[in-house]
């Protein structure tokens, strides 16, 4: 009996000349190796920058595979050196630099979204990268053991959910699940996850999700923090280091959760977003999930759910204690 092909993973680099200095002790030079770079920098990302998909192969993460618009199938890719940067929001963005070894050409890998013509000042440069698999580079959501409510109100962890479960979901009612994926990945940097814990916003348990996945805030009337009385906050922007914090270290299974339609459902009895499916987040996943998108969902797009997108800015200002629930003196 054959065996069965592996399939490949996604990521999307950029040529490392294209994230270069545009003011500091290096300005003008491109992305370097570590020992090369000066803390304070400040860099920006190319306008006329093009991201480049690199396939990985799965069984072994640092080589090139079939169809990468990078190298030939089996070119080693060679990890040089991490960075963490800031971005204008206070936001800490981490960056690897690559080697396609076989042409020595530099390429580097945000591991949280990057814009272009956006200063991001250089914290910190080490040439040991850490234990990263480039294979596991995929941006998913909740983390095992978050219970998710189904469709008649019992609620499941998500490890044990299946593609065809009926999840119950707030605008549309029942609607069957259609794609679970789950990536392990090192809890460090942008992938830490940010947990909320148990009582928050009226959660059950903690909830332990990704910096990026969002949550669904409904305030209307005097209680109503923005334009609209939906709201949509990153899971990261509601971070005051007592009841929200980020938890560095280890090691992390992320799961993401795909529908026909992008809905709000329910995790650990809080409304929050399911993924997001669109060419951004498609790039991000591995090639099996992806097809398997592309094949159930033809478009390829989902509609964005309505809401305010609520940053930082916003909750500095109102103060997360308009957010959480009112908790009693111990």
């Known amino acids: 009996m054959p065996t069965p092909t592996v399939p490949a993973q996604t990521v999307h680099v950029f040529d490392a000349d294209q994230f270069w200095v545009t003011s500091g002790a290096n300005q003008g030079d491109g992305l370097d190796l570590a020992g090369l770079c000066e803390p304070g920098d400040t860099y920006q990302l190319d306008r006329a920058a093009i991201p480049l998909r690199m396939m990985l192969s799965t069984e072994d993460g640092q080589r090139v595979a079939p169809g990468s618009q990078i190298g030939l199938p089996g070119d080693r890719i060679g990890l040089l050196s991490r960075y963490v940067l800031m971005a204008p929001e206070g936001d800490k963005v981490d960056l690897l630099l690559l080697e396609h070894e076989p042409s020595q050409q530099l390429f580097a890998l945000p591991l949280s979204p990057i814009a272009p013509r956006v200063d991001y000042t250089l914290l910190e440069a080490t040439e040991d990268p850490g234990d990263v698999r480039l294979a596991d580079l995929v941006c998913v959501a909740f983390t095992t053991g978050t219970m998710i409510t189904l469709a008649g109100g019992a609620q499941r962890p998500i490890e044990s959910l299946s593609p065809g479960d009926r999840i119950l979901t707030r605008d549309n009612g029942p609607q069957p699940l259609r794609v679970v994926s789950k990536a392990t990945m090192r809890g460090l940097g942008s992938f830490a996850p940010v947990v909320i814990s148990a009582g928050t916003l009226g959660n059950e348990g903690d909830l332990i999700v990704s910096p990026h996945h969002r949550v669904f805030l409904y ?27 980020r938890r560095e270290g280890g090691y992390v299974d992320y799961y993401a959760l795909v529908f026909d339609h992008h ?8 409304p929050v977003e399911s993924l997001l499916v669109s060419e951004t987040t498609l790039n991000m996943m591995p090639e099996e999930l992806t097809a398997e998108i592309r094949d159930r ?15 930082r800015e916003m909750l500095d200002k109102i103060g997360r204690a308009a957010i959480f629930h009112k908790r009693g003196k111990p």
């Not at 609209?228 to 509601?238: D, F, N, R, Y």
């Open 297 to 311: 969902m033809p478009d390829l797009v989902h509609k964005p759910h309505f809401g305010t997108e609520a940053g």
């Open 219 to 245: 305030r209307r009337g005097e209680a109503r923090l923005g334009t609209t009385s939906e709201i949509l906050v990153q899971a990261k922007h509601l971070v005051d280091d007592e009841h929200v914090w």
């Open 263 to 270: 809905e709000i459902i329910y995790a650990e009895g809080v």
